[in-house]
Nanobody, 122 residues
């Protein structure tokens, strides 16, 4: 499977959960964090969460308390557990690598792949 291809999306009802996953190529030279961003129809893409090579996590305000990002370095897999989903979470979700850590990660994306669609109905 090509790296940074997200999967695990689907159609769920409000309040349900989904777990997204993404095969990553690891922390190669110049990559300091990996994370998820999303883009809803007609809207700008926005950061969701990221995790760096020290396992420090960063979340968008809307994701705090509902979403959890994690990584399995042995399997080169990135996860996003999403709970208490609402229709506002409907979007295409992408995983990406970044040249920066922390809150700056989204401004320094260097690679991302195919997204996975999450649809939440009320």
């Amino acid at each position: 499977q090509a790296p940074l291809v997200a999967s695990g999306g689907g159609s769920v009802q409000t309040g349900k959960s989904l777990r997204l996953h993404c095969i990553v190529s690891g922390y190669t030279s110049g990559t300091y964090s990996i994370g998820w961003f999303r883009q809803a129809p007609g809207k700008e893409r926005e950061a969701v969460a990221a995790i760096d090579n020290f396992d420090k996590t960063t979340y968008a305000d809307f994701a705090k308390g509902r979403f959890t990002i994690s990584q399995d370095n042995a399997k080169n897999t990135l996860f996003l557990q999403m709970n208490s989903l609402t229709p506002e979470d409907t979007a295409m979700y992408y995983c990406a690598s970044s040249r920066l850590r922390g809150i700056l990660w989204f401004g320094a994306l260097d690679k991302w792949g195919q997204g996975t669609l999450v649809t939440v109905s009320s």
